[in-house]
C-alpha cells in the first residue's frame, strides 16, 4: 500500500490541480486554463510511470506510446504556460509545432509496437527498458524501437536546456516590463514568477539527472523512488497552487498600458523633462501613491510615456520602480527619524509602499538592516548625543 503510494503520488497531484485549473472559473487568465493543460499531461506521465513501476507489462505494451508522447509534451507545454504568463496575450497556435516531436516519436513508437510479435514486444520490455540484455531480441523491429526510445531521450535533454535558456529569458523579458511600468509589483505577482523560474531549474536538472541514470535502477529499491517522487510532487503541487492563485498576467500589463487616457502632448527638451520629473516626486510628492504607473508620470508631465521612461533608465540607470521606491525610502527614513512611535506598516503606507512587507524588503536591500533596526540605531545614536551633550553641560556649570 505504501508503495503504491509512492508511486501514483505525482500523478494523484497533478490530476487534482488539472481538474482544478480546467474546471474553475479563469477570468479570461488563458495562462491559467493552461497549466490546467499541462498538469492533465503530467497526469498521463506519472500514470505511464506508475504502470510501468507495476510491472503491468501487458499494460505497458500499449502505454509506452503514451508515455512518449507525455514525455516529450509537458516541457514543451511548461514553455508555453510561461510564454502566456509574460510575453503573449493569448493562444498562439503556432506553438503546436513545439509538438511536433513528440507526436513524431509516438506515432513511430506504436507503429513498431505493431510490427513486434507478443514475444518482441514483451523481450523489448524485459531486455531494454527493464535492464535485462540477455532477454533483448536481435530483430530488426526491436533495435528500431530501441533506438527510437534513446533518441527520445536525448530529443528530452535538448528541450530541457532550451526551455530552460529561454524560459529564463521570457521572465527577465517580463520583469523588465512591469518594473518599467508599475511603482507597485505585489499584485502583480513577481514572487510567483520568480518561483516558476525556480522551481522550473530544478525540474530541469532533476529530469536531466533521472533522464540519464534511467528508470529501470528503482526497481531495486522502491525507497530510492520515494526521494523523486516526493520532490516531484512537491514541486508540482507548489507549481499548481501558484498557477491558481496568480490573477495577473502580461496580458493585463498590455490592457493597462492601453487604457491611459489620452492627453495634449508638449514639446519639452530633455533638460526640462527632468526638472519637471523631479519636482513632480520632490515637490508634490507623487510616490506617495502606492499604484502610481509610468503613464500617471506622463499623463502629469504632458509628454510621452517612452520618454519618460527613456528618461529615469539613461539619465538615473534604474527602471521605473526603483526610481520611485528611491523617493519612498527617504520618505520612509525621515518618518523613522522624526516619529518613532510610527509602527512599520504606518511607515511603508505614508511613504507609498504597496505593503509592508515590499517596505522591509526594499529598506533591507538598500539600507543593509531593517527598517525596524534603522530606527533604533537612529534612537540610540540620538540619546547617545543628548548623553553626551547633558555631561558636557554638567562638568561645565560645576566648573563655574
Known sequence: ???????????????????VLLFTKRENNRAKFFLGVFMFAASVLYFSHAVF?????????????????????????????????????????????????????????????????????????????????????????????????IACRAVFAVQVVYILIHGRRLVRKYHTQIADFYSNLDSKSLLWVNFILYSFVLASFMSLTLNFLGRSIFFESRFLLLIPSMIFSIFLFLTGFSGYVQNYTVADLHRDEKSTTPVLLKKITAGNLEKKLIALFTEKKIYKKSELKITDVSQLLGTNRTYVSELINDKFSCSFVEFVNKYRLDEAKLILTENPEASIQEVAEQAGFGSTGTFIRVFKNQEGITPGKYRDNRIMSAGGSHGIGYGIDAVQQTVQ
Not at 1 to 19: G, K, N, Q, R
Not at 57 to 80: E, G, M, Q, R
Not at 116 to 143: A, H, K, N, W
Request: proline residues 4%; hydrophobic residues 45%; glycine residues 4%.
Open 1 to 19: 500500500m505504501f508503495e503504491d503510494l509512492i508511486v501514483y503520488t505525482p500523478m494523484y497531484v497533478c490530476l487534482f490541480w488539472a481538474l
Open 53 to 149: 513501476f507495476e510491472r503491468n507489462i501487458d499494460f505497458y505494451k500499449i502505454i509506452d506510446p503514451i508515455y512518449i508522447f507525455a514525455t516529450l509534451s509537458v516541457y514543451p507545454l511548461y514553455y508555453w504556460y510561461i510564454k502566456l504568463l509574460t510575453v503573449e496575450n493569448g493562444y498562439n497556435w503556432s506553438n503546436l509545432k513545439l509538438l511536433l516531436p513528440s507526436l513524431l516519436f509516438s506515432l513511430i513508437s506504436f507503429t513498431l509496437y505493431r510490427f513486434m510479435s507478443d514475444e518482441e514486444q514483451t523481450g523489448y520490455i524485459y531486455g531494454f527498458l527493464l535492464g535485462r540484455s540477455q532477454m533483448l531480441p536481435g530483430t530488426l523491429v526491436v533495435q528500431l524501437q530501441k533506438w527510437t526510445y
